[in-house]
C-alpha cells in the first residue's frame, strides 16, 4: 500500500498536494464567508483558457494559468458590485475565457489529451521544479492572508462599519480575488481546473458547518484538507482510478452527511454563528484600535 | 367604533404555536373587529411575525382554534393582503413598478396572462389609490423605500381584501415617508372598510389611526388601546422584568430591559 | 456558403442550433432573475458525468444528460427553498460529480475525444434523431414555460407573498430546475457543458440590462442567442474555427454592449427625484 511512495513523482506529487491542500483550506474559508463561491469556481474555469494558450505557446501551464485567473480577479472585482450581478459578470468572463481557451487547444495538436489534462489534472505530472515553485507561492500566500486575515473577515462580515474603521474594504476585496486566483493556479496541479471546488470550498464548508469559531474552523478545514489529498493519492496510487476522483469523492462524502445532519438549523443558526463572530470581531478590532 | 354585534374578522382562542420543537406562542386568546386598525408591538423575536404567519394559514397552531374571516386560515384567499417584512429587492431588478404591482391580481395565475384593458385599469386603480402612478413604469429596483412600500401596499389591495396583513412597513422609512404610508393606510382602513394588522416597532407615528394594540412577548400578549396596553404593570408581566413607562407630550415612551 | 447548407449535418446544426437559442433564451430569462447562474452551470456539468456515464452503458449522451441532470435538479430543489444563495452545496455537487465523469473517463478509456467533445460541444456531429428529441423537448419547454409564468416571476420576486396567495413555491421551484436541467441537456449538444453558460444567461443578462418590461427582455433574449447562435455556426462553416468559440464571442459582445447601453442611460434618474416632484413627473417610458 505504502510502497508507492518509493517513486519520485508520488513523493513530488504528495508533498504538492500538502502544500495545496493546506493553502487552498485556508483561502477557502475566506472565499465561503465572503459568498464567493461561485467567483472561486468561475476563476478556477477562467485559468482553463491561461493554461490552453500556455500549451500553445509552449511554456509551463501554470505561468498561463497565473496571467489569466489574476487578470480575471482584477476584472472581476471592477465590474460587478452586488451580487447577483457579480455572479453574472463572472460567469460572462468566464464563459468567454472557456471560448478562448477551446480556440486555443484546436489550433494545437493533441487537442483531446492536452484538454483532459488541464481539466482534470495530472497530479502524477508534478515536477521536482513545480514542488518548489508551489512551495514558494503557497507560502507568500500564507503569509499575505495571514497579514490581511483580521480585517478582511471584518469587512466580510460588515463592510460598513469596516470602512468607518478605516479598512480599505475594496482595496482588500481586490488583494484577495488574486490571492484566490494564485492559489487556484496551483491547485490545478493537483485536482485539475474543474475539480478545484473539492479542495478550495470541501473542507471549509464542513468545516464552517461544525465549529463557528474561525481560526478553529480553519484549522479544522486544514485537517480534512490533508486527509482527501493523501488519501486521495495514496489510493489512486493503489488503483486504476484518478486521484482526483477519489478527492472529489472523499470531499462530497464528509460534506454530505454533515450538511444533512446540520439541516434543521440550518440558516437561522448559521446566521446566528456569524453575528457571533462580526461581534467578537468587531471587539477585536476596537480592542486593536485602542492598542494602537 | 365598531359596534359589538358584528361578527369577529379575526379569532384566536386558546391557541400555542410551536416551530422547531419550541413553543413560539403560547395561550394566544383575541378577537379583531371588521374595520378596526390594530397595531402590534414588541421587541425582536417576540414572535409577531409568526402570529401573521399563523393567520395567512402558512403554519399550523399546535392547539386551540384559529378563525379568520369566519373560517380556518388557508393559503390563497384573496381577502387577505399581504405584505411580509424586510424585503430588500436588487437594485438591479429587472422589472417595473407596474409589473410587481400586477402579481397582487393575478401573480399566482398558471398561463403567461395577455395584457388587457381591464387588467391595467385595475393596476391603475391600486396605483392611484397610492398616489403612485407615476412610479408605475420606473424600474423597481431604483425607486426608494418609501415609493417600493407604496406599490406593495398597492398590490396587496388588488383583490380587494377586507384584511391587510402589514409586517414593519415602517422599517428603514424616514419620518417624513413613514408619515405618507401611515397617512395612505389609513385611508384605506376608512375608505374600504378594511381591518388593518400592522407591526410596527414604535407606536408614536401611528397614535393618531390605532384602534388598539396589540403588544406581544415572549409568547404572550396583552390586547386594547395604547392607554390601556402601554402602561408598566402590563409590560413588566410581558417582559417579565421591570419596564418603565414615559407617556408624555402625547407620545409613549418605554424603557427597560430589552425594548 | 450557400452550397454547405445542402449537407444533412449542416441542415442538423443549422436547425438544433436554432432551437436551442429559442429555448436557451426564454428559461434564461428566469434563470437570471432567480439568481440561479451557478445552478445552471452545475446541472451542466453533471450533464458532463451523465453523458460520460451513458457511454460507459451504451446509451446516447444526450439520455445520460437527461438522465443525470432530472435527478439532480430533483436532488437540489428538494435541498433548499431557493437555490439562489446556495452556492456552496450546488458548487460541491457539482465537483464531485464532474469527478465521477472523471472516473467515467478512466474506466472508459479509449473516450478523452468523446469527453471533450461534451465539454465543448459537438454541434457538427447532431444527427437528425438528436434534432428530433430537442425540437420535441423544446416544444415541452416551452409550453410548460408558459403555463409556469405568471406564477415562477412571481415566486422568484416575492416567495412569501406569492407563497400566502397559494402559489406551491417550492415545488414550483423543483418544476423550474427540471425545466432548466432539460434545457441544459439539449445546449450541451449545441455548446458544450463549460459554455452552457453562453446561451442559457449572457442573454438573458445582456436583455434584462436593457429593458424592465419581462416580455420584451425575453424576446431580446430569445432573439440574441438566435442571433449568436446562427452567425456563430455560419462563421465556423466559413471558418476555420470551433463554433462554440464564435457563439460564446457573440453573446458575450452582446452582454458587454448592452452593459455599456445600461450604464450610459443614466441608471439612477428615479432614485434621485426629490419627494414633492413626484407628482408633476409625467409617466417614464
Ligand atoms: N421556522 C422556524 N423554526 C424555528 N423557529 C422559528 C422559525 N421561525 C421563527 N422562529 C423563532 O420564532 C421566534 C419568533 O420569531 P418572529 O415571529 O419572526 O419574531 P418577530 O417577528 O416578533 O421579530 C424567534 O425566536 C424565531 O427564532
Ligand atoms: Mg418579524
Redesign the pocket.
Known amino acids: 500500500m505504502f510502497a508507492i511512495f518509493q517513486y519520485p513523482f508520488i513523493q513530488n506529487a504528495f508533498i504538492a498536494g500538502s502544500i495545496v491542500a493546506i493553502v487552498a483550506a485556508v483561502l477557502g474559508y475566506f472565499l465561503i464567508v465572503r459568498g464567493l463561491s461561485f467567483a472561486g469556481h468561475a476563476l478556477s474555469s477562467i485559468g482553463f483558457a491561461g493554461a490552453a494558450g500556455a500549451v500553445l505557446l509552449g511554456v509551463s501551464p501554470i505561468y498561463g494559468l497565473m496571467v489569466f485567473t489574476v487578470t480575471a480577479s482584477i476584472a472581476i472585482s471592477v465590474l460587478g458590485r452586488e451580487v447577483r450581478e457579480r455572479d453574472v459578470a463572472t460567469g460572462v468572463i468566464m464563459t468567454f475565457a472557456l471560448g478562448l481557451g477551446i480556440l486555443f487547444l484546436s489550433l494545437y495538436h493533441g487537442y483531446a489529451e492536452q484538454a483532459y489534462s488541464i481539466l482534470f489534472g495530472t497530479i502524477v505530472g508534478v515536477s521536482r521544479d513545480d514542488v518548489v515553485f508551489t512551495f514558494v507561492l503557497g507560502l507568500i500566500l500564507l503569509v499575505v492572508i495571514a497579514i490581511i486575515g483580521r480585517p478582511l473577515l471584518f469587512s466580510s462580515f460588515d463592510a460598513e462599519l469596516a470602512e468607518t474603521r478605516g479598512v480599505p474594504v475594496r482595496a482588500l476585496g481586490s488583494i484577495f480575488l488574486i490571492l484566490i486566483a494564485l492559489t487556484i493556479s496551483i491547485t490545478t496541479q493537483v485536482v485539475g481546473i474543474l475539480l478545484v471546488f473539492a479542495l478550495l470550498i470541501g473542507p471549509s464548508a464542513t468545516a464552517i458547518r461544525l465549529v463557528h469559531q474561525p481560526l478553529q474552523a480553519i484549522f479544522l478545514a486544514i485537517i480534512l484538507g490533508l486527509a482527501y489529498t493523501w488519501l486521495g493519492i495514496l489510493l489512486g496510487g493503489n488503483s486504476p482510478w484518478p486521484v482526483s476522483f477519489f478527492i472529489t469523492a472523499l470531499s462530497f462524502g464528509v460534506y454530505l452527511p454533515v450538511r444533512l445532519l446540520s439541516k434543521g438549523i440550518d440558516s ?1 443558526r448559521s446566521a446566528k454563528g456569524f453575528e457571533k463572530l462580526s461581534i467578537t470581531d468587531s471587539a477585536l478590532a476596537s480592542q486593536k484600535d485602542r492598542n494602537d | 367604533m365598531n359596534s359589538e354585534i358584528q361578527e369577529p374578522i379575526i379569532q384566536l382562542e386558546r391557541v400555542d404555536v410551536q ?2 420543537g ?1 413553543v ?1 406562542l403560547h395561550n394566544i386568546g383575541l378577537s379583531i373587529q371588521p374595520g378596526e386598525f390594530v397595531v402590534i408591538l ?1 421587541p ?7 402570529f401573521l404567519r399563523l393567520l395567512l394559514g402558512l403554519i399550523q397552531p399546535a392547539s386551540g382554534s384559529v378563525r379568520v374571516l369566519g373560517q380556518t386560515p388557508r393559503v390563497g384567499s384573496h381577502l387577505i393582503g399581504y405584505a411580509p417584512q424586510h424585503r430588500v429587492f436588487d437594485s438591479e431588478l429587472p422589472l417595473r413598478g407596474r409589473d410587481l404591482v400586477g402579481f397582487g391580481l393575478d401573480g399566482h395565475r398558471w398561463g403567461i396572462g395577455l395584457p388587457s384593458r381591464s387588467r391595467r385599469e385595475k393596476i391603475d386603480q391600486a396605483l392611484k389609490e397610492v398616489d403612485g402612478l407615476d412610479l408605475a413604469d420606473a424600474p423597481f429596483g431604483q425607486l426608494s423605500g418609501g415609493e417600493q412600500q407604496r406599490l406593495l401596499i398597492a398590490q396587496a389591495l388588488l383583490t380587494d381584501p377586507r384584511l391587510l396583513i402589514l409586517d414593519e412597513p415602517l422599517a428603514n422609512l424616514d419620518l417624513a415617508f413613514q408619515q405618507d404610508v401611515v397617512a395612505l393606510i389609513d385611508k384605506v382602513c376608512r375608505t374600504r372598510g378594511a381591518t388593518i394588522l400592522l407591526v410596527a416597532h414604535d407606536i408614536n407615528p401611528l397614535l393618531q389611526v390605532t384602534d388598539r394594540v396589540l403588544y ?1 412577548a415572549r409568547g404572550h400578549s396583552a390586547i386594547g388601546s395604547p392607554d390601556e396596553v402601554i402602561t408598566e404593570s402590563n409590560l413588566t408581566k410581558l417582559y417579565g422584568s421591570p419596564v418603565q413607562v414615559v407617556h408624555t407630550l402625547g407620545r409613549y415612551f418605554v424603557v427597560g430591559a430589552e425594548v | 456558403m450557400i452550397d454547405i447548407l445542402r449537407h444533412d449535418f449542416v441542415q442538423n446544426a443549422f436547425l438544433a442550433g436554432a432551437i436551442v437559442a429559442v429555448i436557451s433564451g426564454f428559461v434564461g430569462y428566469f434563470v437570471v432573475l432567480r439568481g440561479q447562474a451557478f445552478a445552471c452551470e452545475a446541472l451542466s456539468h453533471i450533464g458532463f458525468a451523465g453523458a460520460l456515464g451513458a457511454a460507459l452503458v451504451g446509451a446516447s449522451s444526450l439520455e445520460g444528460m437527461f438522465v443525470f441532470t432530472l435527478l439532480a435538479a430533483v436532488g437540489m430543489g428538494a435541498l433548499g427553498k431557493r437555490l439562489s444563495g446556495r452556492d456552496i452545496e450546488v458548487g460541491m455537487v457539482l465537483s464531485f460529480v464532474l469527478g465521477l465523469g472523471v472516473l467515467f473517463l478512466s474506466i472508459y478509456t479509449e473516450n478523452a475525444t468523446g469527453a471533450v467533445g461534451v465539454l465543448f460541444g459537438s454541434i457538427l456531429s447532431v444527427t437528425i434523431n438528436d434534432v428530433q428529441v430537442i425540437l420535441g423537448s423544446g416544444v415541452f419547454i416551452i409550453i410548460l414555460m408558459a403555463v409556469l409564468y405568471r406564477p415562477v416571476l412571481f415566486a422568484s420576486i416575492e416567495p412569501e407573498v406569492a407563497e400566502a396567495r397559494g402559489v406551491p413555491v417550492q415545488r414550483l421551484s423543483i418544476l423550474f430546475l427540471i425545466l432548466l436541467a432539460l434545457s441544459v441537456s439539449v445546449a450541451v449538444k449545441v455548446v458544450g457543458v463549460l459554455l452552457v453558460f453562453a446561451l442559457l444567461v449572457v442573454p438573458a443578462a445582456a436583455a434584462e440590462h436593457l429593458t424592465h418590461r419581462p416580455w420584451l427582455a425575453i424576446t431580446i433574449s430569445i432573439l440574441i442567442s438566435l442571433i449568436a447562435t446562427i452567425a456563430g455556426l455560419t462563421f465556423a462553416f466559413i471558418g476555420h474555427w470551433p463554433a462554440s468559440f464564435y457563439i460564446v464571442s457573440l453573446t458575450s459582445l452582446f452582454y458587454f454592449i448592452a452593459l455599456i447601453v445600461h450604464a450610459v442611460r443614466s441608471p439612477r434618474r428615479y432614485r434621485e427625484l426629490p419627494h414633492p416632484s413626484r407628482e408633476v413627473l409625467p409617466p417614464a417610458d
Open positions: 437561522k | 416551530l422547531g419550541r413560539i414588541g425582536n423575536g417576540a414572535g409577531k411575525t409568526t406581544m
